[in-house]
């Protein structure tokens, strides 16, 4: 295929710029990269022929703005893979995944630039450079060094392989999962099998049939229909049914990824030690927050024993909810989201099928775009007849004082060619440097399509519709001059602060009693009612912390671990468990033959615990919002936006958060939140 054939190599004409998703076919994608990797090779090379002595425009600057069309492309490729897959776009990504990974060692190797921008680093404080630029020159160092640009001969080469076999292995584990769930459906042919479904969830079982061109009801391995599925069905054997399919994920016989996260653990070990660490642990958290598994442990030993305990507490009224009810006594773990949904019915009068109703997807889009205009000043003005790649996803332009500042896109129902989970990606990142870009912004998440009727949510949907808004913000508000310092470019345990903190918008009384009206009757959702889902925001949080605690210490002690090829990825998890006193009725938030936070790529591997600890920084942030009495208070709001969700990585982190609050950060207020402090 020639250059001038392909749409990937030429200007894009489309509204904002945007990928033209109709002209752009999976076989245009291999040699649009090479051609762009030959240029983006070019690009540093010019720069490194220059006779001008090494300085921060002609080298670190230049390079932040290389790469260009690379990225587009890059990142049209990656949102496509995640949110509108297909068997020829999988098998590019299988033919790409080691060489991307292949070009980004011969850029992080490149032994002449680096010599240069060694250069410039090490004569940093005889340089007039502004904090902004300061931060550039030291976390493009910093990348470099990471990434093996100081390592020599046999070491440097092999690096550069493992990079490349772990893409590999990285994409194979998350096509597995996805296989995994996109060929499972639990068929529901009979009204017994239906019984003691909610009418919204008998509409999104049978949307989900119709999606996979079946007739009647299914049940698939999206979390929207497994929770609720095992919260309101009365078929206690087709519970068990659902739940073994679903925490299976990734070890059927023809796709196990035990095998695979083996030997992406022995690799990464490789890495770090090369590196001149010990542990893999030990690299990755070398450049986040806390530095150091001390730190992360020093947290997670204040919520662990708490949190076991409070789910034994939650596991005793489950067991005298079945007695109760005349069900068996022995609760096992798909009984848990059962019983659990009948307890807070009791002790809350709370129904989720009472409360769903109020919460259709639409209103609480209006309300999260509501509370973004009321803190930070934009607007969301939906655009229709826009040209994307498929008819779920919405998009609308973002408006600061009538001038556009940003592109939104939302993506928010279960696909079979759609990875599930949710999470937040760009097309494009803000930046001046090298041309004025807006930022565009995705969100997907997997909600239970409501069909012909409305998409209805749990109050658990909508926080999660607040958390990656949250993200979304955090690029859409990025005000910064350097790509590399935009928006999330962040370390990991800090960039879920900005959609952790966002979750919080989601509680405030004066924002449901505007937005969550009824369906059909229009009416406003009940103070009271408002007051009983705020009161049960603690429910149920000991199974909830110890399920996401026990995965976050089992993704360290397998980063830890000093001998990885010796790890037997089934044993290891079970003798965890034990050794960690993990309920078993409870488990891990996501075991480790799916767990794709921690082998579906590396961003979060030995760092599953950031949740928790920006979990730490939010709840600090908006204890600053309640005592001042105004969720909305303007001063503060302002802060916000200048140091947390504009600043992105151009400001060291603590010394962002505290220029916002004032202190450093402690985790009682997050403990309080969680309902774990004694008493």
């Known amino acids: 295929m020639t250059g001038h054939s392909n749409p990937l190599l030429e200007d894009w ?30 690009e540093i ?47 590019v990504e299988r ?53 093996g640009a100081k390592l020599e001969g046999d070491a440097r080469a092999r690096f550069a392989a493992t990079a490349q076999r772990l893409a590999n292995l990285h994409t194979q584990f998350s096509q597995n999962v996805l296989a995994d769930e996109s060929s499972y459906q639990l068929s529901l042919t009979t009204e017994a099998d239906l019984a003691g479904l909610p009418d919204f969830l008998r509409q999104a079982t049978h949307s989900a049939a119709v999606e996979r061109g079946v007739d009647g009801h299914i049940v698939t391995l999206s979390r929207s229909l497994v929770v609720p599925f095992l919260t309101w069905s009365t078929r206690r054997d087709l519970r068990e049914t659902a739940w073994r399919a679903w925490t299976c994920r990734g070890e059927t016989p023809e796709r196990d990824n035990r095998p695979l996260a083996r030997e992406i653990l022995v ?9 001149g660490y010990n542990s893999y642990a030990d690299y990755a958290l070398a450049d986040r927050m806390a530095g150091n598994a001390s730190a992360v442990y020093d947290l997670l030993d204040q919520v662990w024993e708490p949190a076991k305990a409070s789910a034994e507490r939650e596991r005793a009224a489950l067991v005298a909810q079945a007695k109760a009810l005349d069900l068996p006594t022995a609760v096992e773990p798909w009984d848990w989201y059962y019983l659990a949904e009948k307890v807070r019915v009791e002790r809350f009068a709370l129904d989720d099928a009472e409360v769903k109703p109020y919460f259709s997807l639409d209103a609480m889009l ?79 998440n997997n909600f239970a399509n409501g069909g012909d009727g409305p998409t209805l949510l749990s109050f658990d949907d909508v926080r999660t519709l607040f958390h990656e808004f949250g993200h979304g913000l955090h690029g859409l508000l990025s005000n910064v001059s350097y790509r590399r310092l935009s928006g999330t470019h962040v370390p990991q345990d800090y960039v879920e602060l900005p959609s952790q903190l966002m979750e919080n918008w989601a509680t405030v009384p004066e924002v449901l009693a ?26 149920n949080q000991g199974f909830s912390t110890v399920a996401y605690t026990a995965s976050t210490l089992i993704d360290l002690a397998l980063h830890l671990h000093d001998d990885p090829a010796s790890i037997d990825i089934a044993r290891f998890e079970a003798q965890e468990y034990a050794r960690l006193g993990v309920p078993r009725e409870v488990g891990m ?91």
């Open 267 to 275: 690799l990464r070990q490789e890495q770090a030690r090369l590196l």
């Open 13 to 42: 004409h489309t509204p904002w710029q945007l990928p033209p998703f109709e002209q752009i076919k999976p076989e245009h994608f291999v040699p649009a990269f090479n051609t762009l990797f030959a240029q983006h090779l070019a």
């Open 514 to 539: 505007k937005h969550a009206r009824h369906v059909t009757t229009g009416e406003p959702v009940p103070a009271a009612l408002i007051e009983r889902i705020r009161a049960s925001q603690t429910f």
């Open 95 to 147: 033919e790409m995944a080691p060489l991307l990974a292949a070009h980004d060692s011969r850029v992080s190797m490149h032994a002449g630039f680096f010599a240069r921008l060694d250069t410039v680093f090490r004569k940093a404080d005889s340089l007039d450079l502004n904090e902004e630029e300061r931060r550039l020159l030291q976390r493009i160092h910093t990348d470099f060094v990471r990434t």
């Open 45 to 91: 090379d010019a720069l490194v022929a220059s006779d001008d002595a090494p300085g921060f425009a002609n080298t670190v600057a230049a390079f932040d703005a290389a790469g260009a069309k690379l990225d587009r492309v890059r990142l049209t490729f990656e949102n496509l893979c995640g949110s509108a897959t297909s068997p020829e776009l999988q098998a």
């Open 366 to 444: 209006g309300a999260m775009f509501d509370c973004a205009g009321r803190l930070f000043g934009i607007e969301f003005v939906e655009q229709h007849g826009v040209s994307l790649y498929h008819p779920d996803v919405r998009l609308w332009e973002v408006r600061r004082d009538g001038k556009t500042v940003g592109v939104f896109l939302g993506d928010n129902y279960a696909r079979p060619n759609k990875q599930g989970g949710a999470w937040m990606h760009v097309f494009r990142t803000q930046k001046r440097n090298g041309g004025d870009a807006i930022p565009i912004v995705i969100n997907n």
């Open 589 to 679: 938030r996501h075991r480790l033959p799916h767990f794709g936070h921690i082998f579906g790529g590396s961003y979060y591997a030995a760092g599953y615990y950031v949740y928790m600890w920006a979990e730490v920084l939010e709840a600090e942030a908006f204890e600053a919002f309640e005592e001042s009495g105004n969720a909305f208070d303007p001063a503060l709001a302002e802060k916000l936006q200048r140091y947390v969700y504009s600043a992105g990585d151009s400001r060291e982190q603590r010394a962002a958060f505290r220029a916002f609050r004032g202190r450093d950060p402690q985790a009682t207020p997050m403990l309080r939140k969680r309902g774990l402090l004694p008493g």
